[in-house]
């Protein structure tokens, strides 16, 4: 929905927004294909004019919410656009478009994602379908992307605070050795080091939202994109380092989805589903270090 709210007409806005806010439809974002995923330059799926709009063909992967919603926003490449990053344009397409079919693909941790398999095969859009204009996708979906990455930073934060608490509270009550394992000097050294880690992350992810706001979108949506990399790739090793340990913490009710456990079992697995989509964790710290060299002027 960010790519609407940012680069929709008021047509657009009026005709989406206010349903997916409510909670009436859901709407998905399909950028990555079976053959592109980090290169989103590279992506094939080709919107050719006809007349009345255009025709869509080609295929999206991995595409979460598929299966629930009501419209997409796809990244397409205009034919005889320009190649890579100047050809791509963002549509928005009903789900009830002739010849596209959604299959869905079944993804370790995200099981309630609704990830789902597009396929478009000469499918008709209306010229009404264009997001902002042709030529300018690849900065409107890089742009788009520093929103997603903020507010995956933010989820992933609290998924760690959560495997904190469940250990803590689980440590105060389980008997082992003569006392509980609170008692025990090896689970607190991993509390106090998932305590520090998550406390610092929250105190970043807590600087950079304010800098947004200060900022203003526009200008944040460029300066702080590749900070924001940075930010999400840290919070994905927070989750993974908190979801390991809170299984050491709970031993084998970690693996088990009722009782005691039952919000940590499945975090290992969950933990992939955040630091892979919008944006790989080696990706994202391999543009943030980039963006380091490119503005330095040491
Ligand atoms: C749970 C889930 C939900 C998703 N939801 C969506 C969605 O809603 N919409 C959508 O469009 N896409 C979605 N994706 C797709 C996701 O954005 C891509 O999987 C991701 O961008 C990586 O692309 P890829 O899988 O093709 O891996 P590749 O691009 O093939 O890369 C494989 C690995 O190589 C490494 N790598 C690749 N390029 C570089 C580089 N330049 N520098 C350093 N390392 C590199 C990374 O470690 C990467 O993981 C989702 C994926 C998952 C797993």
Redesign the pocket.
Known sequence: LSAILKFGTPAQKAAYVPDVIMGRKFI?????EPN????VAGLTCTATRTPDGYTLSGQ?K????STYAENFVLAGRVAGGGERHSGLAFFIVSKDAPEFTIRKVN?TG?SI?G?GYLVFKDTPIPHSALLGSEGQGFVMIMQNFVHERLYISTITIRLSRICLEESVRYAMRREAFGGKLADIQAIRLLVGQMAAKVEMMQAWLEALVDQVIRMGKKKSDTDLAATICLLKAECGDLYEFCANSATHVFGGHALVASGPGQRIEGAVAAV??YT????????MR?FGGKSIFKKSKL
Do not use: H, M, R, Y
């Open positions: 998905a974002l399909a950028i990555s592109a995923g980090s290169d999206k991995w595409i979460t919410n993804v995200a994602s990830t992939k589903a892979i989509p919008a944006g790989a964790t080696l990706v391999d």
